[in-house]
């Protein structure tokens, strides 16, 4: 993926920032054969230190395939979450009635509430929304008394206007925005869809064993869209289940070179003599003590999501992601649909589930909303505009449960994959909104 790669100038009050930007081609044809990119990476033999932050499946992405194409660089992943690793013998989940049996696992996984569907056909950027028509409009109605029309969908991109005001990032991330929309000259770009198509080669790739054997409910084979044609080719699944495989498989081949620290929150990167060198973290003993520990490597990935800004922000590495709240329902249905659907006004979508209720009904996740609201408490709103929606094509739904979470969206909506210019040891691998298997384009960067 480096010959696809292009760079972009990223403004920021210290000066400028260049970050490997993901832009690849529309034709899927344009992404390197799996079986040439496994032989060109096999020799790569550094002996290196790689500290991973954040154990969602960005990170687990990334460290999966340093500890593919290296055979010595040693991989640490450091994550606040306390369940990463549990206390007996690990073992991935393989349905969903196991993870609701366990309320902790089900609802403290990193990554666990966005989604898991890979739909290249839907694959439009936020940000090429009609700005006035979505955003400043609805504003003005409001601002003028004027109620919504009842008939139509409701937005599907949201603000909590006060609270954005007095956060500076949000003016940050905002200037980002604008320069890309309209001083820019950005065109709509095809990008995002061409990184899904390639992460669908690559899990399907015949001949990876570990990432085949995981069992994480995969079902749709396509998705219907709104005219009512079928887009065949798109991919549904459970992230958590997913995730917990992937690290059970990793844990197993490469025991001798993984290690994973859970309950630790990193603090700061830490600095020596204008030096990256590692990073401070904070382990919570019992819940009430703090122990500071101090951990060193040769490189490091920052692949924490929405917490990636403050962190390289106080280093002076810009990252102009911003936390977009989404959320995420599961439902049932005696519908029986093989095809992911799209919801009306573009809101969301609704994942089939390879999961059977003991009532013979589907599972479905209803995944949709961008709202740039900082509270992460679930909005009972959403979740029923959410279900009214699926009810047009699945009419009998029944809610199951619902949450929600922030996503690290970009002020582009492409994500932040790569080397940072203030310091060579510093990765970035944020930005995905909810696409955050990054596959092993951060790799390549890397080495």
């Not at 003005?140 to 029309?149: E, N, P, Q, R, V």
């Not at 249905?333 to 209720?357: E, Q, R």
């Amino acid at each position: 993926m480096h010959s696809l790669s292009r760079r972009c100038n990223i403004l920021s009050k210290r000066g400028v920032v260049q970050l490997q930007r993901c832009f690849c081609s529309a034709s899927s044809s344009s992404s390197p054969p799996i079986n040439n990119r496994r032989k060109e990476n096999s020799s790569i033999e550094k002996s290196e230190h790689v500290i991973i932050l954040g154990c969602g499946i960005a990170g687990l992405s990334t460290a999966r395939y340093l500890l593919q194409y290296s055979n010595n660089s040693k991989i640490t992943l450091i994550d606040r979450a306390s369940d990463i690793l549990p206390t007996s013998k690990l073992q991935p989940y393989t349905s969903y009635e196991e993870q609701i049996c366990d309320q902790l696992m089900h609802n403290c996984i990193p990554s666990r509430r966005n989604g898991n569907v890979l739909c290249p056909s839907l694959t439009v950027p936020w940000t090429t929304r009609p700005l006035f028509k979505e955003i400043v409009l609805p504003r003005l109605k409001s601002m003028l008394g004027f109620d919504g029309d009842s008939t139509q969908p409701p937005p599907a991109i949201t603000f909590d206007w006060y609270n954005l005001i007095m956060d500076k990032n949000m003016w940050s991330f905002g200037f980002h925005f604008l320069c890309q929309k309209f001083l820019l000259g950005r065109s709509e770009h095809e990008s995002n869809k061409s990184i899904l198509e390639y992460n669908m080669k690559c899990l399907d790739d015949p001949i990876d064993d570990l990432i085949r054997s995981i069992e994480y409910g995969r079902f749709a084979t396509g998705t219907r869209l709104l005219d009512g044609t079928i887009k065949e080719g798109d991919s549904s699944g459970d992230i958590g289940l997913f995730c917990r495989g992937l690290l059970h498989n990793l844990l197993e081949q490469y025991d001798d070179r993984l290690t994973v620290i859970q309950n630790e929150e990193v603090s700061k990167l830490l600095l020596h003599e204008g030096e990256l060198i590692g990073v401070d973290t904070t382990t919570m003993v019992n819940r009430n003590d703090d122990e500071r520990v101090t951990r060193t490597s040769d490189k490091i990935v920052v692949a924490l999501g929405s917490n990636s800004t403050s962190l390289c922000k106080d280093i002076g590495v810009p990252c102009p992601i911003f936390p977009v709240k989404g959320h995420l329902v599961t439902i049932s249905s005696s519908v029986d649909s093989k095809y992911n659907i799209t919801l009306d006004g573009g809101v969301g979508y609704a994942a089939p589930m390879h999961h059977i209720s003991s009532e013979g009904r589907r599972l479905y996740r209803l995944s949709g909303f961008v709202d740039f609201i900082k509270g992460a408490e679930t909005d009972h709103n959403r979740v029923e505009q959410l279900i009214q929606a699926a009810k047009k094509y699945l009419p009998d739904a029944e809610l199951i449960d619902s949450s929600a979470c922030h996503r690290p969206i970009s002020a582009d909506d492409r994500p932040l994959i790569g080397q940072t210019l203030q310091y060579p040891n510093l990765y970035l691998c944020t930005g995905f909104g909810s696409r955050g298997w990054s596959i092993d384009i951060l790799v390549k960067k890397i080495q």
